[in-house]
C-alpha cells in the first residue's frame, strides 16, 4: 500500500487512540472529580467497595491506545521527514512539537507513573492496604495531570496542522 494512504489510515488511528485514550480520563473526571481520602476509620467495605471501582476502570484498552497514539504520531513525523525538525522545535514546526512533547510526557507519566502504581492498587503487585491507598493518591493526581495537560496537547497538535500561519 501507498505510504501516502498509509499517513492518512495513521491519523485516523492517532484520532481514535486519542478518543479513546483521553475519553477514559474526561470520564472519570465526570465520575470522581474528587480524590476522596481514606484514613484509619474508613469501613472495610467502603475501601472494598472503591478497590473495586478501580478494578471496573482498569481496563488494559485505554493504556495500549496510548501507544496507538505514539505510534501513528511518530510514524507520521517520520513519513513526512520532519521527526527531527518537529522535535528539535525548529521553525513553523515548533507548534507541533510543542504538542508532540506534551504527548511524550503525556505517554512516559501513563507507564512510568500511572501504571506501576495503579499494580499497587489493584492488588497485580503485592502491597500493603496502607501502600495501596497512598498508590491511589498518586495514581489519581497522575491521571489529573494528563487530563490538564490534554487541552494544550490538544491545542498545539491542532494548530501545528492547521493554524501554522498565526506563528509565523
Ligand atoms: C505521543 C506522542 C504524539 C505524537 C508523536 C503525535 C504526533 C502527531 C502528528 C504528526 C500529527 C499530524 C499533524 C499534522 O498533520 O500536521 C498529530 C495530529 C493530532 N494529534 Fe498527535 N501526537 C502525539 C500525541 C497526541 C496526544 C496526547 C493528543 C491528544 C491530546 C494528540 C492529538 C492530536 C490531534 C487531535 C491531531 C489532529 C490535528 C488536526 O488534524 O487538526 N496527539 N499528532
Known amino acids: 500500500m501507498d505510504?501516502?494512504?498509509?499517513?492518512?489510515?495513521?491519523?485516523?488511528?492517532?484520532?481514535?487512540?486519542?478518543?479513546?485514550?483521553?475519553?477514559?480520563?474526561?470520564?472519570?473526571?465526570?465520575?470522581?472529580?474528587?480524590?476522596?481520602?481514606?484514613?484509619p476509620n474508613t469501613p472495610l467495605e467502603e475501601l472494598e467497595e472503591r478497590l473495586e471501582t478501580a478494578l471496573k476502570r482498569e481496563h488494559a484498552i485505554f493504556r495500549h491506545a496510548s501507544l496507538l497514539v505514539l505510534a501513528s504520531g511518530a510514524f507520521?513525523?517520520?513519513?513526512?521527514?520532519?521527526?527531527?525538525?518537529?522535535?528539535?522545535?525548529?521553525?513553523?514546526h515548533a507548534v507541533l512539537g510543542i504538542g508532540v512533547w506534551l504527548g511524550l510526557i503525556m505517554v512516559a507519566n501513563l507507564w512510568f507513573v500511572l501504571w506501576p502504581h495503579q499494580k499497587r492498587v489493584l492488588g497485580f503487585v503485592p502491597a500493603t492496604l496502607e501502600e495501596r491507598i497512598q498508590c491511589s493518591r498518586i495514581t489519581f493526581v497522575s491521571s489529573r495531570t494528563n487530563t490538564i495537560l490534554s487541552f494544550p496537547s490538544f491545542f498545539f497538535m491542532a494548530a501545528g496542522a492547521h493554524s501554522s500561519f498565526l506563528f509565523g
Not at 486519542?18 to 484514613?39: K, T
Not at 507520521?76 to 513553523?92: A, K, N, P, S, Y
Open 76 to 92: 507520521m513525523l517520520w513519513h513526512r521527514e520532519i521527526l527531527r525538525d518537529v522535535l528539535t522545535l525548529q521553525g513553523g
Open 3 to 39: 505510504l501516502d494512504v498509509i499517513d492518512v489510515v495513521a491519523r485516523w488511528l492517532h484520532l481514535m487512540g486519542v478518543v479513546v485514550w483521553l475519553g477514559h480520563n474526561y470520564a472519570n473526571v465526570i465520575q470522581n472529580p474528587l480524590y476522596r481520602p481514606v484514613g
